[in-house]
């Protein structure tokens, strides 16, 4: 039971971390392209479509008011949202471990 307890929090904060830095890159790019007058390359499109897969089911940070969330609290559905994603990946390791299994 540690061990799973272990791996869905390593999942969690892998998830967590991904999810901070890929936000700030995206943007990064973006104005870098809009800057530039350049059309979207496949790295700006792969990189948003990244960010919907990393955020879903939450989708976006900007469908929760500031007041629920104030400060350091925004990581609060961050979080929820990598524990969800770690559950899931777990859930579905299992079930096909006992796919193959029989």
Sequence with gaps: MLK?????L????THFV???I???????????IAASDQSTTFVVK???WTTRVLYFPIISLSLYSREWFP???????????SLL?????CCVSLM???IFRT
């Design 46 to 48: 792969l990189l948003v």
């Design 4 to 8: 799973k307890l272990i791996v869905i």
């Design 22 to 32: 890929i936000i700030p890159l995206a943007i990064s790019r973006l104005l870098a």
């Design 71 to 81: 400060g350091d609290l925004i990581y609060i559905p961050i979080i929820i949202n």
């Design 85 to 89: 994603w770690a559950i899931a990946v």
């Design 18 to 20: 991904l999810a901070r």
């Design 10 to 13: 390593v999942i969690s904060g």
């Design 96 to 98: 096909l471990k006992k």
